[in-house]
């Protein structure tokens, strides 16, 4: 069975500094892929990156990185120089859709909360 | 092309009501998919649907109905609504195999 774990459950940083928010993930199946969403508080989940189970490189988007390591099973997202606007809760999220189940929903991470404090 | 939308934004209901949560997408995709995020959790399946006509449970379906007449359409019925299904309800469509477009979600309270 699919199941995603975001270990941290809140992190507090001060405005400026670096944070990494750690996901690993289990999957019986080779194909797969991973998202990363925002939850800022007002509610809407924001979509932030997509990678699939054969695309190891690891990416950077503006102060935003992501770490995809299929050796340890994990997919960790990293932000630079935060600021106020970061603090929300961030999702990992699974989807194994050849799996057998014919579907492609996701198995959500219990999110981490992030506090960026000015 | 408006995604996915949702309605109501809010609800409050009362132990033993039913109401039906609405969802609709204008992008043809026949997958389609509730959730329910529970306060400091993450989000959990609760129905699903891969073409009108066709719905199957998910992780936490008791409590719940569903109907697929429409491929625009998905909605989600609650009957004998209890204080456990106090929680954010997200609908979501994909084009397969992972372009994933979630609606904003419905906040329910049920006291």
């Known amino acids: 069975a699919q199941k995603v774990t975001q270990a941290q459950t809140e992190i507090s940083v001060v405005e400026k500094e670096d944070v990494t928010l750690d996901c690993v993930y289990e999957?019986?199946?080779?194909?797969?892929?991973l998202f990363w969403y925002k939850q800022p508080p007002s509610g809407e989940l924001v979509f932030l990156i997509r990678?699939?189970?054969?695309?190891?490189q690891n990416e950077i988007s503006g102060r935003y990185s992501w770490n995809f390591q299929k050796s340890t099973s994990s997919f960790n997202f990293t932000i630079t120089a935060s600021q106020v606007v970061d603090s929300a809760v961030y999702f990992c999220?699974?989807?194994?859709?050849?799996?057998?189940?014919?579907?492609?929903?996701?198995?959500f991470g219990k999110g981490t909360k992030l506090s960026v404090i000015p | 092309n408006a995604g996915v939308t949702q309605t109501p934004k809010f609800r409050i209901l009362k132990i033993g009501q039913s109401m039906t949560l609405q969802c609709a997408q204008d992008?043809?995709?026949?997958?389609m998919y509730w959730y329910r995020q529970d306060p400091g959790m993450g989000l959990k399946l609760i129905y699903y649907?891969?073409?009108?006509?066709?719905?199957d449970k998910g992780e936490v379906p008791n409590g719940y109905n569903v109907s697929r007449s429409t491929t625009e359409d998905f909605p989600l019925r609650l009957e004998l609504a209890a204080p456990s299904q106090t929680s954010v309800y997200f609908c979501?469509?994909?084009?397969?195999?992972?372009?994933?477009?979630f609606g904003p979600g419905t906040r329910l309270t049920v006291t």
């Open positions: 999220a699974l989807s194994d859709p050849f799996s057998g189940a014919g579907s492609y929903q996701l198995t």
């Open positions: 999957t019986r199946d080779t194909t797969y892929y």
């Open positions: 990678r699939n189970s054969f695309d190891e």
């Open positions: 992008m043809n995709h026949n997958y």
């Open positions: 649907s891969v073409g009108a006509g066709i719905t």
């Open positions: 979501a469509s994909v084009t397969p195999p992972y372009e994933q477009y």
